[in-house]
């Protein structure tokens, strides 16, 4: 028989968390997985994010309603992810590209509506999008979630960017991105970027409103890719390059 504390491992998404002796009421998805999933008990312990760097341990006090005390607090230093803008990939596709870039580390996912493929006008689906970026904070126990950008024009996106951080522009034509042992920036600069058409591709203003904002050509692999495929491949060389920082290479 499991002894008390010993709950089944169990990682949730608190916004309002605040620090240690606060009170709170689990609800909802949250709810549902603590006490259905992972069979949680009274006095049973939980870890909990707020998705803004705080992680905290949880000691359950009753089922119904669900309430746990903040017993331990735990700040993070943001991940030091990039941003990634993509143009709309081919149907679907997009559900799961939000879902391996949260995954993954990545800080911001900003969607573009390009000339040739713009996002349409569905406030359901960034809605389906914020959870999924939740969920896969939960699934990747992490300090901090992905935050999910409404659609913007491209101009409007390069306008919105950081001063400094370098810019990628992901192209089959583009040099190879540089091996992640050879990164010598820090976590607290500004985050790099990486822009990845649509489907269809950028057109030619696009490209070039791009290339005159310091976004640099880089090939991601010796093929084409897909819009999603391009993301994740990029996303996961920026994750690399974070473990390089932080961990020495």
């Not at 605040?18 to 998805?29: K, Y």
């Not at 959870?131 to 919105?160: C, F, G, K, N, Y």
């Not at 522009?169 to 050879?182: F, K, T, V, Y």
């Not at 976590?187 to 203003?205: C, H, M, S």
Request: proline share 9%.
């Amino acid at each position: 028989m499991r002894s008390p504390g010993d709950a089944t491992p169990a990682f949730v998404f608190v916004p309002e968390l605040a620090g240690p002796g606060q009170r709170l009421t689990l609800t909802g998805d949250d709810a549902h997985y603590v006490t259905r999933v992972c069979r949680a008990r009274p006095g049973d312990t939980v870890r909990a994010s707020n998705g803004r760097g705080l992680v905290a341990r949880l000691r359950l006090d009753s089922l119904a309603p669900l309430t746990a005390d903040v017993v331990e607090l735990e700040p993070h230093d943001p991940s030091g992810g990039g941003w990634v803008m993509t143009g709309a990939p081919e149907g679907q596709r997009a559900d799961w590209m939000v879902e391996k870039l949260a995954e993954l580390g990545i800080t911001r996912w900003q969607p573009l509506s390009c000339a040739r493929s713009p996002w349409p006008s569905a406030p359901a689906r960034l809605e389906r999008w914020e959870r999924l970026a939740t969920a896969a904070l939960r699934q990747s126990r992490a300090a901090w979630r992905m935050e999910v950008a409404s659609p913007i024009e491209v101009a409007d996106a390069i306008a919105s960017l950081p001063e400094g951080g370098r810019r990628w522009l992901a192209d089959p034509d583009g040099e190879p991105l540089p091996s992640a042992r050879s990164v010598t920036t820090g976590l607290t600069e500004p985050p790099q970027v990486v822009a990845i058409g649509p489907a269809e591709g950028f057109d030619d203003r696009e490209r070039e409103r791009l290339r005159a904002a310091g976004f640099r050509p880089a090939c991601l692999a010796t093929r084409r890719l897909r819009t999603e495929t391009a993301a994740l491949a990029w996303a996961a060389w920026d994750a690399l390059e974070v473990v390089s920082r932080t961990r020495g290479g």
